[in-house]
Every structure is written in C-alpha cells, then in structure tokens.
T-cell receptor
Framework: KNEVEQSPQNLTAQEGEFITINCSYS?????LHWLQQHPGGGIVSLFM???GKKKHGRLIATINIQEKHSSLHITASHPRDSAVYIC??????????????FGKGTKLSVKP | GAVVSQHPSRVICKSGTSVKIECRSL??????MFWYRQFPKKSLMLMAT?????????EQGVEKDKFLINHASLTLSTLTVTSAHPEDSSFYIC???????????FGDGTRLSIL
C-alpha cells in the first residue's frame, strides 16, 4: 500500500463544476503539499499546509491531521484548470529536511 | 513569489554523451535542492538531495557516478548525466527550498531523450 493515496485517479468535469480531489496518507507528517503539474511537465506549488484550511482564489485546501486526510477543492472550474494535481507529504520522521512522499496524482480534465 | 529556473527544458543527444542540467533559485537562497525523475504516468521519484557546499545524498538504487550532482552555491545546483544511454531518457525535475519550514519550489523540468 502506498503511503500517499489520491482519489480519483482521473477526473473529467464540465466547466463551472465544483471539484474535489482527495488525499490520504499513512505516515506522520510535518506538512502536506498540493502541487499542480502542467501538461508540459512544470510543477507549481499550490499550497503547503499542516493544519486547517487555506484558500487562494478558486482553490481551497483542507487537512484533517487526526484522520490523515486532505482535500483540494476547485470552485467554478475552468478548462485552464486541466492538469495533474499531486499530493505530497513531508514525513515528520525525516525531520524538517525530510523528503517529500508523492501521491500518483489526479489527472483533471475540465471540458468547456 | 519564489521561482526556480531549470535549464534546458528539453535536450536530445546521442548515446554516450554527457548532459548537464542546471537548477537555479532566482529570488531566494536554496539551502537544499532536490533532483527527481519522473517516468510516464508515474509519481516523482527522488534521486538525490543536496545541501550547499556538501556532497549530495543519493537514494538507494541511484548511481552517484552516473548522476553527478553539484551544489556549489546557494542558488545553483547541477545534475550531470554521464555517458547517457537510452534508458536514461526521462523527465528530470529539480526543486529547492530555502529553510526548514519553507515551502518547496519546483523547476519546470527537463525532458531528456537519448538516441
């Protein structure tokens, strides 16, 4: 079993829909990242969070430390949101420099 | 915001040649840089971690003589794929972070194709 599991693996939505991507992990963590990988391969860090909720524009990320679960929400989705969204956790056992453990990603396609 | 620049974005070369990939942090000092490799439809695989001024720490199974990493300054790390072979063809991504509680920023990646 992978230490970081994402669901769904693939997601197709119509423009304007509310989207949720889930991430569950099995290790103790010091932080969780949500990353966006564009079709060309470049990666953008969307959020780093260790508790609660963060919002940036149409994106919202939440984390429940007790349940070891995080969600990424996209409101009013747009075709330009089409990308692979990756959940990554920083293990607390590695200390502050601990390496990131990546999920396999969720491929999102938003149709106009 | 902080930006990590990776160059080149794409390289095609013949088998046996060496290829150097550069990773620069543009507006922060990167105390730690990471090099990842990504196979098609797979998650990122950490190859090595480098701290400025010290030798890189390689992950199990990664040949340090094959993948030379230099982190000579707080803004630059390089990955050199020596005597490249077709099986080295992949997408390589660098990442950098400024300090222990700082976010990790990623480069745009380098698509390496060895003929």
């Amino acid at each position: 079993k992978n230490e970081v599991e994402q669901s769904p693996q693939n997601l197709t939505a119509q423009e304007g829909e509310f989207i949720t991507i889930n991430c569950s992990y099995s290790v103790g963590i010091s932080a969780l990242h949500w990353l966006q990988q564009h079709p060309g391969g470049g990666i953008v860090s969307l959020f780093m969070l260790s508790s609660g909720k963060k919002k940036h524009g149409r994106l919202i990320a939440t984390i429940n430390i007790q349940e070891k679960h995080s969600s990424l929400h996209i409101t009013a989705s747009h075709p330009r949101d089409s990308a692979v969204y990756i959940c990554a956790v920083r293990s607390s056992y590695g200390g502050s420099q601990g390496n990131l453990i990546f999920g396999k990603g969720t491929k999102l396609s938003v149709k106009p | 915001g902080a930006v990590v620049s990776q160059h080149p974005s794409r390289v095609i070369c013949k088998s046996g040649t060496s290829v150097k990939i550069e990773c620069r942090s543009l507006d922060f000092q990167a105390t730690t840089m990471f090099w990842y490799r990504q196979f098609p439809k797979k998650s990122l695989m950490l190859m090595a971690t480098s701290n400025e001024g010290s030798k890189a720490t390689y992950e199990q199974g990664v040949e340090k003589d094959k993948f030379l990493i230099n982190h000579a300054s707080l803004t630059l790390s390089t990955l050199t794929v020596t005597s490249a072979h077709p099986e080295d063809s992949s997408f390589y991504i660098c990442s950098a972070k400024g300090g222990s509680n700082q976010p990790q920023h990623f480069g745009d990646g380098t698509r390496l194709s060895i003929l």
